[in-house]
């Protein structure tokens, strides 16, 4: 909940006082709340942080792709927007990694959780100092009027000096304009709305995938098939490994292809794998090491279809779907949706445990993953939304 709220009033802020600056109060909240939440005095004490440091997490979600996409040029946008994607599965590796070594050595020390959670300090204080090595966002220079700072820094990022004129000066009339957009006008053009709901469809396809829920619950569904704590914290060693060399090799896939295509084809692939695991689950037939063996498997397929495939491109197509004069409200919008459909899918997830059993959640999830490749078949149109962007950033 937090890192919904955090992502909607991110756009505001970033906006006004500039990427970078955001970006620098976003490691500072960081810091601050991960030692808060590491020396919780009690439950209340724990959830109160853990909604503070939400606030971070939702607006670095939301100023990471943004702030990447602005700073880029065209050439090289996709793959430094996809490095955010690989960065967040690589420190997910990272905590599982240290999560399985301090579980091996210290796991029976109670208190060793809150060293698990102290250790998120060590990266959100590198944040906050390379937060003043960092380069602005041209962008953001051109809407407050900066315009020759703006194609200086531009030239200085590897703009092509053309490139950089033309859309500047392209600009200069409409810096008024965009500065002072007001939803009421936004809500008036159908172009802007389409995109609007547009990136909160592809924000809900992104998190009803259940991805979430096997990398929160992913220790505890690994031990309820017989694995063990401490072989299920090895195991998510695997996954997390599994997941950044997907990462890796699928971006550089989805920057040569339709990212529209690509996300139609790692939906599918999220069916596949989500079914043959429930099917795996439901099968009692199976020695107990063949079942264990064929879970992991399929976990780590659907893992990497989904972080090597799913998320960097949907987070690529938002990046890259907002015209400039609305790009940090509605990326705002969109990164919330992800984190509020997050919540509510965490939230229920362990009641349909109870409920269903896991073998027919997964069922259940491979049906989610088929209604959202529907949805991205039928409503999400390639061609009408670079339109729409189009005719919105010339107006």
Known sequence: LGACLGAFLCGKYADKYGRKVTLRWVAVIFTLATVCCALSLNYIFMTTFRFILGLAVGAASSLSPM???????????????????????????VAFIMNALLGSLWGNWDPIWR???????????????????????PNWLVQRGHLKRARNLAHRLGFKKQTANRIIDGRKKNIKTETKLTWNQIFSNKRLVYLL????????????????????????????VGMGERGSLYANILIGLASVIASIFGTRMIANHNHLKMLKIGLMGNVIFLALLGVIMHANMLPQVVTNTLVLAMLVLFLANHQGIVSPVTWLIMA????????????????????????????????????????????????????????????????????????????
């Open 67 to 93: 702030y990447l996409a602005e700073i880029s040029p065209r050439e090289v946008r996709a793959s430094n927007v996809n490095k955010n994607a690989i960065f967040i599965v690589l420190g997910q590796l």
């Open 115 to 137: 060293v698990m959670i102290f250790m998120a300090c060590v990266p959100s204080i590198i944040l906050w100092i390379n937060s003043f090595n960092i380069a602005g966002s």
């Open 320 to 395: 890259e779907m907002f015209p400039n004069s609305v790009k940090a409200r509605f990326m705002s919008i969109a990164t919330a949706t992800t984190w509020i459909t997050n919540f509510s899918i965490s939230l229920v997830y362990p009641l349909l445990i109870n409920a269903l059993g896991t073998a027919t959640v997964f069922f259940v999830f491979a049906i989610t993953n088929g209604c959202s490749l529907f949805l991205s078949l039928t409503v999400i149109n390639q061609e009408k939304m670079e339109k729409s962007y189009q005719e919105s950033s010339s107006k």
């Open 197 to 224: 709901l547009i990136g909160i469809v592809i924000a809900l396809i992104q998190q009803v995938s259940g991805i979430n829920t096997v990398m929160y619950y992913g220790t505890i569904l690994l031990e309820k």
